[in-house]
């Protein structure tokens, strides 16, 4: 039997102090034994390991409702999402996420809005220079709002951008981070409210098989139509995750700069050899990378897990962070290596970068698609993009959660080529 560690009292702030390593940390302490503690003073265990992710992500063993702590619901996810729905209820909401995040055709039209949108930001740009978190974020904002059916002005999609930034740059923060998280979301879901209040009362035009149509119209499990508050929250649980893609995109230069072998061979492919190669460094950017650090829920019952007695509502973490850098389960963990997803095809059964589990009934993220394909799409823009990396601090903290380059990673644009047919629309694969 193995034998769980107890916390020295609350962790909450340790988890604060050390971010990404805490849980690791105490998980390496521990020969990966499970970790009994306390967050927010409610009784946790973090478990960690291949057979953690099946136990946390079965519904049976570990429920969703009530366990996003308040803070969290109130930047990140939103009260009444579709997060904090078990069962029935939960598969329902979802099949309204499925429906419009797994169409092939859709995520496609998505990413070639996200590109779109860039190369027209790179090409008002050249010359200068750009922060790429903050370039690619307003990028991708005006992607999906129009993706998704409506039409923001150029500087409301700037404040969408920002705001869904501020929303998941705050939702682990302390202090200001977190105020201006809360304000944010705030701005957000009333706006998104007045216009679902619009589009129901037939005052707003809504363009046919658009997300905007189907979370409007949409009907829960009991037959109604959620409330229009509730409406906006799911619309931003698209709009958001779509603009957080930023944090990876921003991860995919630093790894391209720090390792410009993998730059060229991108450079140099085209075709299908591009769209693997960049999909494989677009895995290994989720994996190797810091972003999610653990995900949480409640014992739904009184479990045991190898041996372990967990009672009914203690609070449940399933280490990522730590599972994405087990030597156990990765080769040279601590190496940016993306051919590990070519070379061996079980690595996408490891990877949890965004839930585990079937995407229909379990709690994996319907939009993994989307980040897989605008990711390795903005791989390639990258790989090709004309331009230098001026010095700057590109520090990762640990400590930080989300944590990204100090800097934001400023990129120095070259002037537009005398030929406009060098232009980036023309390069081999595009």
Avoid at 200 to 210: I, K, N, Y
């Amino acid at each position: 039997m193995r034998v769980p560690v107890h916390g020295r009292g609350d962790s909450t702030l340790p988890l604060l102090l050390h971010g990404y390593a805490w849980l690791p940390n105490r998980l390496r302490e521990t020969a990966g034994a499970p970790v009994r503690t306390h967050l927010l003073g409610h009784p946790a265990i973090a478990l960690h390991g291949p057979q953690a992710v099946p136990f946390f992500y079965d519904e049976q063993n570990v429920r969703r409702s009530g366990a996003v702590p308040e803070p969290v619901l109130d930047t990140l996810f939103g009260r009444g999402s579709v997060h904090t729905l078990d069962g029935a209820a939960h598969r329902v909401r979802k099949a309204l996420f499925l429906s419009l995040l797994k169409d092939p055709d859709g995520v496609a039209a998505l990413t070639e809005a996200a590109v779109r949108h860039w190369r027209e930001t790179v090409e008002g740009d050249r010359g200068g220079a750009v922060v790429l978190f903050d370039t690619a974020a307003e990028a991708l904002a005006r992607a999906v709002c129009e993706w998704v059916g409506m039409a923001p002005t150029a500087e409301q999609a700037r404040l969408i951008a920002h705001d869904c930034v501020a929303m998941v740059d705050g939702f682990a923060g302390p202090g200001l981070r977190h105020l201006r998280a809360r304000h944010s979301r705030t701005r957000q879901e009333a706006a998104l409210a007045a216009l679902i209040t619009a589009v129901r009362e037939g005052r707003q035009q809504v363009r046919a098989g658009s997300a905007l149509e189907a979370v409007a119209g949409h009907r829960d499990v009991d037959g109604l139509p959620p409330d229009e508050r509730t409406c906006a929250v799911e619309l931003l649980n698209i709009i958001r995750p779509t603009i957080a893609i930023t944090w990876f995109i921003t991860f995919a230069a630093h790894a391209l700069h720090r390792h410009t072998d993998l730059a060229e061979e991108l450079r140099t492919a085209s075709g299908r050899q591009l769209r693997d190669l960049s999909t494989a460094f677009a895995h290994e950017v989720r994996r190797f990378y810091p972003f999610v650090p653990f995900v949480g829920g409640v014992a739904a019952r009184d479990l045991t897990w190898q041996g372990i007695r967990i009672r009914q509502g203690t609070m449940v973490l399933l280490d990522v962070y730590g599972h994405h850098h087990d030597p156990a389960l990765w080769d040279n963990p601590y190496h940016f290596t993306p051919a590990r997803f070519t070379a061996h095809p079980d690595a996408m059964d490891r990877l949890i970068a965004q839930g585990g589990g079937d995407p229909a009934q379990g709690h994996r993220c319907p939009g993994e698609d989307i980040t897989v394909s605008v990711l390795a799409a903005f791989t390639g823009e990258l790989a090709h993009l004309d331009h230098d990396v001026p010095d700057q601090d590109l520090t990762i903290p640990l400590s930080r959660i989300p944590t990204r380059p100090h800097s934001g990673f400023v990129l120095r644009l070259a002037p537009a080529p005398a030929d406009a047919s060098a232009g980036p629309a023309s390069r081999p694969g595009a």
